[in-house]
């Protein structure tokens, strides 16, 4: 079987994109990057995917009058580029039918909180000031509504009173680069079933017994 030939929108930093392309060279995922494309011709992204050897394509938001004319002309570079799934990394924005259509079911994002908690920007210092006990980060399929659509894997991580923003989004980052290359193995593997809302993944053992429990009981 061929491998899964990934897109990367990405508009950042790009560490999730690192992620990725490192689960990729370590052999713990079997598919490739075909592009990464980066709406912002200044971002960090663009130098990690040129050390990584992955193929790169800016497309400026700001060139394009509308959003569906902009993500025609990414689906079109995606098009091109063979991409069987497409990966929204730390992408800022928000996409269309015009680019879902393309690619139904097969858009994933990540986001830095327990969804349906705490959509949109700055997941993080909503959820710290919240005061929740349990903070986390969700990788969800893309359904055209801001981080809604069907959740694939989710991971858990403490949130302690008085730590600060900083702390709590360094710990969600850091399971944020084990959960994406684990979802995206899962497509890779064809194991994901996606009906409605409700993802289901083949071969994944009951989570029974892992209880997270904030703060821990004595
Ligand atoms: C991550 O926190 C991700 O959850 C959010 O944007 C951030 C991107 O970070 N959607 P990076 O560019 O991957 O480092």
């Known amino acids: 079987m061929s491998k899964l030939r990934l897109g990367v929108l990405a508009s950042g930093t790009g560490s999730n994109f690192e992620a990725i392309a490192e689960a990729i060279a370590s052999g713990y995922l079997d598919t490739e990057i ?66 879902l259509e393309a690619f139904p079911d097969r858009v994933l994002n990540i986001h830095p909180a327990l969804l349906p908690a705490f959509t949109g920007e700055a997941a993080q210092k909503q959820a710290a000031e919240y005061g929740v006990r349990i903070a986390g980060a969700t990788v969800h399929i893309v359904d055209g509504q801001v981080d809604h659509g069907p959740i694939v894997v989710q991971a858990a991580v403490p949130a302690i009173p008085g730590e600060g923003e900083e702390a709590l989004r360094a710990r969600i980052l850091a399971q944020e680069h084990l959960i994406y290359p684990f979802a995206i193995k899962l497509f890779a593997e064809g194991r994901v079933k996606v009906e409605g809302r409700k993802v289901t993944v083949r071969g994944c053992s009951d989570p029974g017994g892992q209880t997270l429990i904030s703060p821990p009981r004595d």
């Open 34 to 99: 075909t592009i990464l494309v980066c709406n912002r011709p200044q971002a960090a992204v663009l130098e990690k995917a040129s050390r990584h050897g992955v193929p790169t394509a800016v497309i400026e938001h700001g060139n394009y009058r509308t959003r569906a004319e902009f993500d025609s002309a990414v689906r079109d570079c995606l098009m091109e580029h063979g991409v069987d799934l497409l990966v929204m990394a730390g992408f800022d924005r928000i996409v269309t039918k015009t680019l």
